[in-house]
């Protein structure tokens, strides 16, 4: 299992006291509870598909990780999902929905959102405000040291400063609220937490930049390859080509 260090270390902790981490060393299913859990309770992360993984669409290729835009792909041309189901889409093929630990990896995600006039994508990026998150002094304020990247567990730099590897902050300055995000500003509207991270092109005449957004809405996403995924079909598939 493919872990960032100390860094992932905090929410191994999360997983392992949700007994997540059991069923990830196992298997990589995870619960996990849908921040809108009211409507659709229980949903799960799917389990990656051997074939699927060999066959994945690899649209480019930056530091040893394949990506791909769903834009760009005959089946998902016109698919908007929320975002577990983004997610899931992408590790049925041994990836995830991107995270972006450099600017140059978020530099290629805001060319291409340029290029292809994108209006929006789902990221990785998620708030630790699930089960399991509950009474940690580190994580407050959420709105500054709650976020991670849900496809490698890593810990986000905090929102209100400029990440390490970035020589800018990339959260947008500006949203509905006219404040600097993370806003939860769909909260104040009707008491959904924006709990994901979308990267937004110029929605807020804000140019291409990070936002908090809620989960359900539906967008199309970018794929990055998941070690952890494509280690767990390696292992479990001998002499399979991925
Ligand atoms: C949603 O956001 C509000 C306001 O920040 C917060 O008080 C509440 O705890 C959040 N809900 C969850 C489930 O985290
Ligand atoms: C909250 O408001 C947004 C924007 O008007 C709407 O799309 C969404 O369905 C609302 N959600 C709920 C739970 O009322
Ligand atoms: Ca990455
Ligand atoms: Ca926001």
């Given at each position: 299992m493919q872990v960032q260090g100390a860094v992932g270390a905090w929410l191994l902790r999360v997983l392992a006291a949700l007994g997540a981490l059991r069923a990830a060393a196992a298997s990589p299913a995870i619960s996990e509870a849908r921040p809108n859990g009211a409507n659709r309770p229980g949903r799960f992360l799917s389990l990656p598909v051997p074939q699927k993984c060999s066959q994945r669409p690899k649209e480019f290729n930056f530091r040893g990780h394949n990506y791909f835009f769903s834009g760009h792909q005959a089946q998902y041309r016109n698919s908007r999902l929320d975002w577990l189901d983004a997610r899931n889409i992408c590790r049925e093929y041994c990836m995830d929905l991107i995270s972006m630990e450099s600017q140059e990896e978020n530099n290629l995600i805001f060319r291409l959102i340029q290029n292809e006039d994108v209006p929006y994508i789902w990221t990785s990026g998620r708030l630790?405000?699930?089960?399991?998150?509950?009474?940690?002094?580190?994580?407050?304020?959420k709105s500054v040291?709650?976020?991670?990247?849900?496809?490698?567990?890593g810990k986000m730099a905090p929102t209100n400063q400029t990440p390490r590897g970035f020589g800018y902050n990339p959260w947008s300055q500006t949203g509905h609220k006219r404040q600097r995000q993370p806003d939860n500003a769909e909260f104040d509207i009707?008491?959904?937490?924006?709990?994901c991270l979308a990267v937004l092109n110029?929605?807020?005449?804000?140019?291409i930049a990070w936002h908090d957004v809620a989960c359900y809405h539906e967008k199309p996403f970018v794929c990055e390859d998941s070690e952890e995924l494509l280690n767990y079909v390696a292992s479990t598939n001998p002499g399979i080509r991925l």
């Open positions: 630790c405000d699930f089960k399991g998150c509950e009474n940690r002094r580190d994580l407050e304020p040291f709650g976020w991670f990247w849900s496809a490698t567990r009707n008491g959904t937490n924006e709990s110029n929605v807020y005449n804000d140019g």
